[in-house]
Structures are given as C-alpha cells and as structure tokens.
C-alpha cells in the first residue's frame, strides 16, 4: 500500500446503493468513493479503498496502513460497534485515523450508541451522509497541514 488516505470500509457497505435507502440514501459506495478520490486529488493525494465484510481481512489492511498511508478514514459499520480487534489494530497506526458514518447511530437503536473505535481515533463524523466523508477528509488534511481544506 503506498497512499495518503486509506479509506476502510466495513460489513455491508458494499450494498449501499440498495440498503435501507431511507438511511443511507441510494449513493453506492463506488460513488462514495470516486468523489473523496476526485477531492483528494485537489491536494495531489492517492487515495486507496478497501471494503470487507470480513473482520480479519479489515484489521489487516489495517496493518498494512501503518507502513503505507498517512491517515485512515474509517467506516466500519456494524464492527465499529463490537470490533475490539478493529480497535487494537487501528491504535497501532501512527497517523490520524477519522471514524465516520453514514447515519447518526447516537440517534438509531442502542447497540449502535458505543463505539469501540472511538477511544482510538482521532474524531468522529456522523450523520451527515456523503458529507460525513467529505468532512473527515477535510479534517484529516487539515491536521496533515493542508491549508483551506475545509
Ligand atoms: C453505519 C452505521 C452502523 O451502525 C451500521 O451498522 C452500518 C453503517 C453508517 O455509516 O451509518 O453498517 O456505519
């Protein structure tokens, strides 16, 4: 992995487009992800995607982000609410890690209110739809010291 920005996205995600449309809207995690490319770019930054429904295949990407990225932006789904291993991995990352989602869990059921992430990263964006994304990668290249980023 050679990049600046990771984007790490967990179980499900591959199904946004079709899934639950009236919470995550019917933007497809390609498109997602091409637009955040297409931003990053403006600073001249690669821009690398994983997506898994698999825990192990994530927390190695994670891994291989600590000699290869500068920051992560993460979207875990519903591992970010039981992941510890997710969390273990992530913490061993030297860079900025920003969580982010989709939906606002604080406002949804309650086995979505804890995030084991969050001792872990940097800060959280939620529930601002694609605009979640757009603003953790703002945030990320404002704390790696790009000006006027957000
Ligand atoms: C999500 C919120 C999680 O609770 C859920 O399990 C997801 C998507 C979001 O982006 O809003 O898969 O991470």
Do not use: K
């Amino acid at each position: 992995m050679n990049c600046d920005v990771l984007v790490l996205s967990g179980p499900n995600l591959d199904q946004l487009g079709t899934r639950s449309p009236e919470i995550y809207g019917t933007t497809t995690l390609e498109e997602h992800v091409s637009r955040l490319r297409e931003r990053a770019s403006r600073w001249g930054w690669v821009l690398e995607h994983r997506q898994s429904n698999f825990e192990g295949d994530l927390i190695e990407s994670a891994h291989e982000a600590r000699s290869g990225a500068r920051a992560i932006i993460v979207n875990a789904g519903a591992l970010s609410h039981v992941s510890w291993a997710l969390t273990d991995a992530l913490a061993m990352f030297p860079g900025p890690v920003v969580e982010v989602h989709l939906s606002n869990p604080a406002a949804r059921e309650p086995f979505r209110h804890v995030s084991t992430l969050a001792p872990v990263v940097a800060g959280t964006v939620a529930g601002f739809g694609a605009l979640s994304y757009d603003l953790a990668l703002g945030a990320l290249a404002t704390l790696l010291g790009v000006d006027g980023a957000l």
